[in-house]
Structures are given as C-alpha cells and as structure tokens.
C-alpha cells in the first residue's frame, strides 16, 4: 500500500481560503469517482492556516485521487511557481508535521 503524504507550502500570496476551495472541489470530485461513502471512509486532508499548508494523505486510492486532482487544480490556479510540494513518508510525517495536521473528513464534516 502507498505510504505517502503530501504537502503543499504555499507562497504568502496565494489566498488560503481559495485553497480550501480547491481541496472541496478535489474532494467532491474523487467522490464522483469512488462514491461518497468510500471518500467518507478513505479521504484524510487538513488545511494548517498558520503554517500556509495543506496536507493529504496519499495512503489510499481516494487519498492519491485527491491529491491529483487538487495538484491540477493548484497548477491551473496559481501557477506551478506558487506552491511547494513534499512527499513524506507515513512514519517521517508523523514527527515532521505533526499528527495533528490531518484529520479524517469525517471529524471535520
């Protein structure tokens, strides 16, 4: 199984609520393809304001649709130069982001 996270640093000029609105959009599109309850049971994203970053679990067939789409989506709305992309490792990411940087979907909903 995939073990990667990613997270996305954002420039000080990208508007962060934009942002969340991309990742809604993101989610509400990997629901179209695998079906609302499986987003609800597999999707893992967190939005950390203060730090100007996002992160998504990558850990799943939703979470790596997630992260695809809301990579296009980035790209097409602020420009490849306007964030920064790490790909973690599911242990690393848990000392290096903190494990309160993602949250289930279902606790955020």
């Given at each position: 199984?995939?073990?990667?996270?990613?997270?996305?640093?954002?420039?000080?000029?990208?508007?962060?609520?934009?942002?969340?609105?991309?990742?809604?959009?993101?989610?509400?599109?990997a629901e179209s393809l695998h079906g609302s309850p499986q987003v609800r049971l597999d999707a893992s994203f967190c939005v950390d304001r203060e730090k100007h970053?996002?992160?998504?679990?990558?850990?799943?067939?939703?979470?790596?649709?997630?992260?695809?789409?809301?990579?296009?989506?980035?790209?097409?709305?602020?420009?490849?130069?306007?964030?920064?992309?790490?790909?973690?490792?599911?242990?690393?990411?848990?000392?290096?982001?903190?494990?309160?940087?993602?949250?289930?979907?279902?606790?955020?909903?």
């Amino acid at each position: 199984m995939n073990q990667n996270i990613y997270r996305y640093d954002f420039s000080t000029e990208v508007p962060l609520p934009r942002v969340e609105e991309s990742l809604a959009l993101s989610v509400l599109t990997a629901e179209s393809l695998h079906g609302s309850p499986q987003v609800r049971l597999d999707a893992s994203f967190c939005v950390d304001r203060e730090k100007h970053a996002c992160i998504v679990d990558a850990g799943t067939e939703v979470g790596c649709d997630i992260a695809r789409i809301f990579t296009g989506y980035l790209t097409r709305e602020f420009g490849e130069s306007a964030f920064k992309i790490k790909r973690l490792k599911r242990d690393s990411a848990s000392s290096n982001a903190g494990s309160n940087l993602i949250q289930n979907q279902s606790e955020t909903a």
